[in-house]
């Protein structure tokens, strides 16, 4: 992948770069993810947040996550994409990987709740870090798995 990376709302009112390479690029296949993309999952890459460089003024809507923590999303006001998911504790933005300008470099190597995974959804199996739920401590997790090959 090359640095920077950009990536924005579908209309164009958020725009960003991204200056460092992500910690980790996973999935997330909880409910909710189903329904805020109405897809199958949502795939998020993990970006410490002052790599993280937004243009425009997002719409923060405050939601709690499966795992009970507060999360902010950030949505375009205008066309309602959803860039980017911060908790106020995070040290990370959690960028919606599907907004990037170019997404072919895109490896997901973590999955998270797979027990609400859609049956026909295959995951690779080679280095990928298969959760259940995810792991209480998100931080904890990406330092355990963040020196092994992806
Ligand atoms: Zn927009
Ligand atoms: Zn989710």
Known sequence: ????????????????????????????????????????????????????HLTGEPRALLNTADSGRSVSRWVCPECASWICSAASTSPFRTVRAGTLDDTSWLRPTAHFWTRSKQPWVVLPNEQSHVCETQPDDLLAFFNSVRHLPV
């Open 1 to 52: 992948m090359r640095l920077p990376q950009t990536g924005g709302c579908q209309c164009g009112k958020l725009r960003y770069e991204i200056t460092q390479a992500p910690h980790m690029i996973c999935t997330c296949h909880c409910t909710k993810c189903q329904r805020f993309t109405g897809s199958a999952f949502s795939i998020a890459m993990l970006v410490d947040a002052p790599a993280f």
